[in-house]
């Protein structure tokens, strides 16, 4: 059988080679690779999973966090347009507590409570008086489809079902060859969060033993279960006090470092086979086995979910986001600046293209940063796009980004920046706004020789569109904006960074 880009329905993400093989491991069939556009770069597994086809990506060798991760997300959806859902399974750290007794090999899966989403971005919010951390912001939540797939195995668990340790059991029977490095290690040892590593990095055999959390012997070896919150961020958490501190004020149940870039990208589940326990005496010796355990959940999960013929692809016109920067949660003040950039982009038959002038370090970037997430906190259905223009290379790459979020393929460089300015010209495109930050160079955007082309001559035209622009440049402002400028004086630290 012959397959096509569009019969791929699940993505599964993993950051790290072991746990690539973990879910290569997983993968009932494997098929034949498939041609790619230039500007994705991931490289793909393919397969499938039960009844599922599966696309399987990790990101980049030793390039880990939120933002490796939607760069391959976002790549990767792109170029296979039917997926839809992901899971991101492999390791991460352990909370032990006397609510969730979590040990080394057990499996956690992000659940919604009332108040999140399942993951927390645990490092994004702002430091209050005090030395108090306020946590700010949510993700997406995962779709029905998972989490009633993730109630049906939660209840077999509880009627002595074990499909999980049967899947990964079998897979360590059945293939040798991943024996020595997946198999169960023998000690799990917890220490007290005040009681520090001693000796080597690789174990803990230098540690006093007598330190050890004494806890009661579980029947079996099989790996647990337990559903609740993950908390994601960029910093690998080696510390069981300030471990302690977030999981408490959080209600966490494990830590790792790539779901949080996830969320808003794609709707996903996060399953982590616990390796460790976020202390000082953190190793790799369970990371074999952790990863396998998530794999062989992710396996269970997928056999309860049901597949769905989808003879289309998805809608192209989905609505897109494509903003480089978080929202800066310390940003304050220049209200009347926004009040009026707002009024103008929301004023039936209102200008298209509104430029933000004023002298560098005002705050010009830091308003049109503002303006992009208040503008999809109105209106989700806006598309958002943003380009920095400090050189032709950043305007290029930008465009070519935008392309492939607009799951443009096979599009080549010379002629990006005319097909994406169609794209969005067409009514069919809906609602969107494109920023062009730093745009002080009045050589990328006129010219007097008329065979030249310009940056003007591909910025795209609709009823429906909004062009932002900012500018230390005045002539600049008038040239792309006419008389709708917003000019910001005089810069105002204690205004835009408020603590």
Known sequence: MTFTHHDYTVAWICALPLELAAAKAMLDDVHPP???????????????????????????????????????????????????????VGIGGGVP???????????????????????????????????????????????QVLLKAVSQLESDYMTGKRL??????????????????????????????TYNHEGSEHDCSA?????????????????????????????????????????????????????????????????????????????????????????SYAKALLSVIPTFHHKE?????????????????RFAGREDEITRIEELLLQQNGPSKIAICGLGGVGKTQIALELAYRMRN??????????????????EQAYMNIASKLKMTDIKPAEVKGKVKAYLSEESAGKWLV???????MGMWSTNNTTDTVLTDFLPESEQ???????????????????????VTEPNTRLLLKF
């Open 465 to 487: 569109g909004h062009t932002l622009f900012t500018t230390r440049s005045r002539k600049v402002a008038v040239k792309l904006a006419s008389s709708h400028v917003i000019t």
């Open 207 to 295: 540690c006093d033993q007598a330190q050890l959390v004494n806890r009661p012997k579980r029947r079996t070896d099989d790996s647990c279960i337990y559903y609740g919150l993950v908390a994601s961020g960029d910093q690998v958490m080696k510390d069981a006090k300030t471990r302690d501190s977030i999981a408490r004020d959080l209600d966490i149940l494990c830590f790792e470092m790539e779901a949080a870039g996830l969320m808003d990208e794609l709707p996903s589940l996060v399953i982590r086979g616990i390796c460790d326990y976020c202390d000082s005496h953190k190793n790799k010796q369970w990371q074999g086995y952790a990863a396998l355990a998530a794999a």
């Open 34 to 88: 498939l041609p790619q556009p230039e500007s994705d770069h991931n490289v793909y597994t393919l397969g499938r999973v039960g009844s599922h086809n599966v696309v399987v990506a990790c990101l980049p060798g030793g390039v880990y966090g939120t933002i490796s991760a939607t760069s391959v997300v976002s790549h990767m959806v792109s170029t296979f347009r039917n997926i839809r859902f992901g899971l991101m």
């Open 378 to 395: 109105r209106d989700p259905k806006c598309s958002i796009c943003w380009i920095t223009c400090t050189s032709y290379e950043s305007v």
């Open 164 to 193: 999980t340790s049967e899947i990964l059991d079998g897979v360590l029977h059945n293939c040798d060859t991943m024996g020595e490095q997946f198999s169960r290690p023998k000690d799990d040892w917890l220490f007290p969060a």
């Open 97 to 143: 507590s006397h609510s969730a007794d979590i040990r080394l090999g057990d499996v956690v899966v992000s659940k919604p409570t009332a108040t999140s989403s399942g993951v927390i971005q645990y490092d994004h919010g702002k430091t209050l008086r005090g030395g108090r951390f306020q946590h700010i912001g949510s993700l997406n939540k995962p779709p």
């Open 435 to 441: 920023i062009f930050d730093n745009a002080d160079d």
């Open 313 to 329: 692809s998805r809608d192209p016109r989905k609505p897109v986001w494509m903003v480089p920067f978080r929202r800066n949660p």
